[in-house]
């Protein structure tokens, strides 16, 4: 079986994309509680350090590098700043760059925001772009939404970009072709679900009469937009973000027999498309809410990782 590092790794959800193509033998990522979830459900000790004090030859050699690069530099919801980005996000793409160039891997497999491409003008994209042509990769990419491309009820645009040491490989890979939507939100929710802290009440929240009123559906999901309610008419998950962590009302709301809830941590992992194995460790719910906002769309990845493997 193949070998594979994994930088960014998350709580995993491109590893288990990969998981039939390859083994995940190092795995990185600077989060404390994000490592915690990876390691409740890989055999597997992540290593914590920032990015930026990993060596090269820290890093066994591997045929795949697999990155989920930090995207709030890129996205909407963390102010495009991009390679400017204060916190020092953006550059992380280039950290990423020196340790590719040194194990020159076979596949490079990346993962980001579609407001990549525009970001800057498309300059941005271009740099990443020219720096793994540099590298000696032929690259492809495309925008995948995970409703169309992984049959998941949930509508999230990624971009995904592969880089490949050998032509000849790349020019037999094709990205996989859209598929029907079957799965729907009534798959997901659990309309048995009882954790109170989940659950909103008069007591508990000052808008509850607004939510009550615009809320009347069972079978869609809603968000609390500041002063108004918002009924996702598509009847598939919103766009899951990373604030979903940061309290407030940013986690999606559902109406069942028992009330009106937001969505549970699990729930909005199996949004995500991971697998029911998938446990979650104890831990404060902001923290999981944000690691599965953070996350993938794991059929998706799991489709590109066939498709990589019959090129290769």
Known sequence: MLKCASFFAGVGGIDFGFEDVCKTIYANEFDEKARTTFEYNFDLTVDGRDIRDVKAEDVPDVDIILGGFPCQAFSVAGYREGFQDKKGRGDLFFELARIIEAKKPKIVFLENVKNLVGHDNGNTFRVILDTLQDLGYTVKYQVLNGMTYGNVPQNRERIYIIGFLD?????????????????????????????????????????????????????????????????????????????????????????????IRKLSPKECFLFQGFPEKFQLPEMAKSHLYKQAGNSVVVPVVRRIAEEIKKAM
């Open 167 to 259: 032509k000849e490989v790349a020019q037999k890979f094709m990205f996989p072709q859209s598929i029907p939507l079957e799965k729907s939100i009534k798959d997901i929710i659990d309309h048995d679900e009882m954790d109170s802290s989940l659950f909103y009440t008069e007591k508990k929240c000052n808008f509850y009469d607004l939510l009550e009123e615009a809320m009347t559906k069972t079978d869609t999901l809603y968000q609390w937009r500041r002063k108004y309610v918002r009924e996702n008419k598509s009847n598939v998950c919103p766009t899951l973000t990373a604030n979903m962590g940061t309290g407030g009302h940013n986690v999606p709301l559902i109406k069942t027999h028992k009330g």
